[in-house]
């Protein structure tokens, strides 16, 4: 029988989903007979009500940021209920034990709150699913945390003391790390990735806002325009196409030191050839430039998870909080003028950076997986 792994995500921003890649690739690599397939559940079974609940959310953490961190840090310490995964369930995935009878995977693994929760009803009303959550911010809401999870796969020890301080014995938690696809852990030197990316040689910064391309872009672009003859500026605005085009349009941006890109798959390459990221704190954006050593600016944080993710990643000194785009302007002439004040933050970055095993995450799941399929031998050697 041909082990199968079903990867859950869902497309609610694309942190999720490319952790579950980054994953699904890792495994290839270590055992290329297991399958994995990745479903973004909720687009696949109820896209018009996904759809919808990506729109409000994006309307409320932009229109109402403080309502969303009212309601984020109300539920901070409260499990989720059952009345409230019935809901998960019935919204979202209704057809979840359909697609596990179909596929019949050996094991399933969720990168988003949503889908454990759905696992976690299934398998409390008896389906014999077992299954890994991994947990993709620097930060543990207790919308993750179910007691029917086999395994959480969390991004750093932090993170496994407030799991354990919810409840969750220690043998259930691997520190692996979040998972990225393995071209983040390999770097190019500057000059390379800035000649197959057909960029200048000049101090580079790059601004990103996440799949949603949120995070203050426009306001930092703005601040940035009028570097834009002593430094080279790459303003990724994800899948904002409004935004996009704005600044395309833009007279003061047409300059060849200026790069505006829209959703790209080369971030890895962009990182390379960048001396800094200035960005909103997502959990796997973050950990991709950790992953590749570039210093961070964090601008405009989503309350809830993200301003979390902020906390942790300043106090561990892997990044500087910016609240106004002015401070900005004091780091680009540092980096300008007295780069070796980025020191203690590379050093800081390359110590967090050697913790981690690249393919830490899979081998936890293959390992998980192989003494699943012994436990099984060993029920069939005793009937």
């Given at each position: ?213 949120l995070g203050g872009i426009r306001e930092l672009a703005y601040s940035l325009v009028k570097w834009k003859e ?63 050593g570039v210093p961070m600016l964090i601008f405009q944080p989503i309350p809830g998870h993200e301003e979390r ?75």
């Amino acid at each position: 029988m041909q082990n199968k792994i079903l990867i859950f995500s869902e497309a609610f921003g694309n942190g999720h989903t490319k952790a579950a890649e980054a994953l699904a690739q890792s495994i290839s690599i270590q055992e290329p007979a297991v399958r994995t397939k990745i479903v973004e559940l909720a687009n696949l079974l109820h896209p018009l009500a996904s759809n919808l609940t990506l729109r409000s959310y994006k309307k409320m953490i932009t229109a109402y940021p403080r309502v969303w961190r009212k309601i984020y840090d109300s539920n901070q310490n409260q499990p989720i209920s059952e009345r409230m995964q019935y809901v998960i369930y019935q919204l979202f995935h209704r057809k979840m034990e359909q697609i596990l009878e179909n596929e019949r995977p050996q094991m399933a693994i969720c990168t988003h709150p949503f889908t454990s929760s759905s696992l976690s009803r299934l398998k409390r009303l008896g389906h014999p699913v077992r299954f890994c959550t991994v947990i993709t911010d620097f930060h543990a809401h207790s919308m993750w945390i179910q007691p029917e999870v086999d395994l959480y796969m969390v991004s750093d020890h932090e993170v496994q003391r407030q799991l354990i301080s919810m409840g969750i014995p220690s043998e259930k938690i691997a520190v692996t790390g979040i998972p990225v696809t393995l071209n983040f852990w390999t770097k190019r030197t500057k000059q390379e990735a800035r000649n197959l990316l057909n960029l200048k040689n000049l101090p580079t910064i790059l601004v990103m806002g996440g799949g949603l391309g949120l995070g203050g872009i426009r306001e930092l672009a703005y601040s940035l325009v009028k570097w834009k003859e002593r430094v080279q500026i790459i303003i990724c605005t994800g899948n904002n196409d409004n935004l996009r085009l704005h600044l395309q349009h833009d007279k003061q941006f047409h300059h060849p030191n200026i790069v505006i890109l829209g959703f790209v798959d080369n971030i890895d390459k962009l990182l390379d050839a960048s001396d800094l990221l200035i960005t909103k704190p997502g959990g796997l954006t973050c950990f991709e430039s950790l992953s590749k050593g570039v210093p961070m600016l964090i601008f405009q944080p989503i309350p809830g998870h993200e301003e979390r993710n902020c906390n942790y990643l300043e106090k561990r000194g892997l990044a500087v909080r910016m609240d106004h785009v002015k401070r900005v302007d004091n780091w680009i002439e540092k980096l300008l003028f007295a780069s070796e004040a980025f020191e203690p933050l590379r050093k800081n970055i390359e110590q967090f950076r050697q913790q981690f095993n690249p393919l830490a995450a899979a081998e936890t799941v293959l390992d998980l997986l192989h003494k699943q399929h012994k436990n099984m031998i060993g029920m069939d050697c005793d009937v």
